[in-house]
Structures are given as C-alpha cells and as structure tokens.
C-alpha cells in the first residue's frame, strides 16, 4: 500500500478487539514512526507502553484530576481498559534555540506516523485527549519528567469485525490549500 493509499484509507475505531501487537513489533513500528522531520534531530518526545494493569494509573489520575474517590474512580479505570494496548505521548522538550511548539509538532507527528503504521499493519487505533492531558495528577501518574507534556493516548487494538463506511467526507483542497 502506497503512503497516499495509507492516508486515504486510515480510519479511528472507536472500539477495538482485545489482541495488540507484541512488544517486539511495537518496537519495529516505533523505529519506523520516528523517520519524520525533526529539526536538529532532538527527539523531542517519548511514548509509554501501557498494557494490563499498567492501564489502571491513567483511569486513577483522570479520575483525581476530575476530583473523583470511591467507586467513581472505577468508571475511569475501565475506560482506560478500553483497548488491550495504551500509547501515552509525550513531548519532551530539548533546550536550546527551537520553539517548544516546534518540538510538540514533532511528537504528535511521531504519534500520527505510529497511527498510520499500525493500522497498515491491520490494528486498530483511536487517539484520545481531553482536557486533563495536563493535569497534574495526570502527569504524575505518567511519571513525567519535569517540562515533560501528555499530548494523549493512542488505544491500539485488533480491528473490529465491520464493514469500513468508505472514505471520509471528503473536502474542498483549494479551501485548505490557498496561494499568495
């Protein structure tokens, strides 16, 4: 499949099957995610490979970021279990004379690269975010680094057993593509 064919035929799945790619794949991904341009190659981010349990600490934190104890804490944890494999993103800002922003964009396109990858490879995958990927509580429970950003999470699972709806709505080019 062609990078053209890839990008067209890429879809979110809202849900995913309980089978992941193996460690030893995810690594071959991963290497592959982050050929993207990367000025001064800083490798500006990180990912953190959440399966089982582990999965647990991102229903915890978002559930203290959203001020939650007891038996409610339990509703987040088991969206957290939504998929058998969780990337978190993470931007990890060098120092030095590139703009932090620069840097981020570098992260989430090794996190759409990865995206892209695994669903050629016949997974499914859906990204979240939301309004805690910078909470606190959130970062503590990802063991960030000080200056370290959760930029989201990419649930990755076997595909569902469905038909694809086609392409997306497609959109007018010359409305995003202008000239000067």
Not at 73 to 98: D, M, Q, T
Not at 122 to 130: A, C, I, N, S
Not at 143 to 159: A, C, F, I, R, T
């Amino acid at each position: 499949m062609s990078a053209f064919e890839a990008l067209l035929n890429r879809r979110s799945y809202s849900s995913v099957g309980d089978d992941a790619p193996k460690r030893k794949e995810l690594l071959r991904l991963v290497d592959a995610a982050s050929t993207l341009a990367d000025h001064k190659s800083l490798r500006p981010w990180r990912l953190i490979e959440l399966r089982g349990d582990a999965r647990d600490r991102i229903g915890e934190g978002l559930a203290k970021a959203e001020g939650k104890k007891g038996h409610d804490v339990e509703k987040y944890v088991r969206k957290a279990h939504r998929s058998p494999l969780v990337i978190a993103v993470v931007s990890s800002p060098r120092k030095g004379k590139l703009p932090e922003w620069e840097q981020e964009a570098v992260a989430s396109g090794v996190a759409h690269n990865l995206s892209l990858l695994l669903d050629e490879a016949g997974w499914g995958v859906f990204w979240r975010t939301g309004s805690h990927t910078r909470h606190k509580a959130v970062a503590k429970a990802h063991e960030l680094e000080p200056g370290e950003k959760l930029l989201g999470w990419l649930h990755v699972g076997s595909k569902p057993v469905r038909r694809r709806h086609g392409r997306r709505k497609p959109i007018d080019p010359k409305r995003f593509l202008t000239r000067l």
